[in-house]
């Protein structure tokens, strides 16, 4: 079974046409100062808490095939650049990648005017926001950001259930036979997965003026690849999800943020508890990162 909904952005083409903080100049009296440390572990635990919006009781969606990056309404080159950066990413995830040409499942719109692009979208592809069954969205709140939000890139992830064994979509879409879902006796696994089904992305060219394409392409690839919350405070992390942060250096995609996607796309995922799921790509991450301060801790062999 196919489900359709990447076919309906071919019908956008018609539609397709830093304030810092004030500085204070009376020294405040401080009596005490206290620094609370964390641990590596309630850092990750944190990072991963506050960054993945998947639908109600459903788990993090994530691709299980090859995935396809279109960008529209750029320049060859700049476009180039972008679907490069994403590829990249994908690639080094561990995701095969389609050849030019091939059909996207992750479509880059970029225009002048991110909240029309996006009100368009709702009236002219209603299916890709209400796609007819349930969990594929993070639903009615999240419908009104996209359309009214002033960020620079705002995204839209539609995902479907399948199951484990077979890959079959496990829940009944519109006009078609329900599917024959397979139960099992386990407390703590079920036999259905969350898949990806397609991410558009709008890029708001005038709200992005100063970046480079390479670091637009990398931000766009974190959020293409995982069901990252637009609202997650990450401040007090190395990642590009900080791009858009005032008086934050971020080049493009760190150690952390390909640690986090790493561990995404390791993670069994089939489990019935969503917070279960989170725990474990924590758990995975934080191995990784444990292992990659014992690295760089040893010195380095005598010659």
Excluded: K
């Excluded at 620094?35 to 960054?51: A, K």
């Amino acid at each position: 079974m196919r489900l359709g909904l990447l076919a309906l952005a071919v019908l956008l083409g018609p539609v397709l046409t830093a304030a810092a903080g004030q500085a204070q100049d009376d020294p405040t009296q401080l009596e005490e100062i206290i620094v609370e440390g964390r641990t590596l572990s309630d850092t990750v635990r944190q990072f991963v808490d506050e960054v993945i919006a998947a639908p109600l009781d459903r788990g993090p969606a994530r691709w299980t095939r090859r995935v396809c990056v279109g960008v529209v309404n750029l320049r060859p080159e700049a476009a180039q650049v972008i679907a490069d950066r994403v590829g990249l990413l994908a690639a080094e995830t561990g995701l095969p990648v389609g050849e030019p040409g091939c059909g996207p499942n992750i479509l880059v719109m970029a225009t002048d005017d991110g909240p029309a692009l996006a009100q368009a979208m709702m009236v002219s592809n209603p299916r890709i926001f209400r796609p007819g069954y349930a969990g594929a969205t993070l639903g009615s709140v999240a419908r009104e950001r996209f359309q009214s939000t002033e960020d620079a890139i705002r995204w839209w992830h539609v995902s479907i259930p399948r199951q484990v064994d077979n890959n079959v979509i496990a829940v009944r879409l519109p006009g078609l036979t329900p599917p024959l879902v397979r139960q099992d006796a386990s407390r703590l696994t079920t036999r259905i997965y969350n898949d990806f089904a397609g991410v558009f992305v709008i890029l708001d060219i005038n709200r992005a003026a100063g970046l480079s394409f390479q670091q637009i392409g990398d931000y766009i690839g974190m959020v293409a690849l995982a069901q990252i919350d637009p609202e997650a405070d990450t401040r007090g992390n190395d990642t590009i999800l900080n791009l858009f942060e005032d008086g934050r250096a971020v080049d493009g995609t760190t150690d952390w943020d390909r640690s986090f996607l790493a561990s995404l796309y390791a993670a069994e995922l089939n489990q019935r508890r969503a917070n279960a799921q989170g725990g474990e790509i924590s758990s995975i991450m934080i191995r990784d990162r444990q292992a990659e301060e014992r690295d760089d801790d040893d010195p380095a062999p005598e010659r």
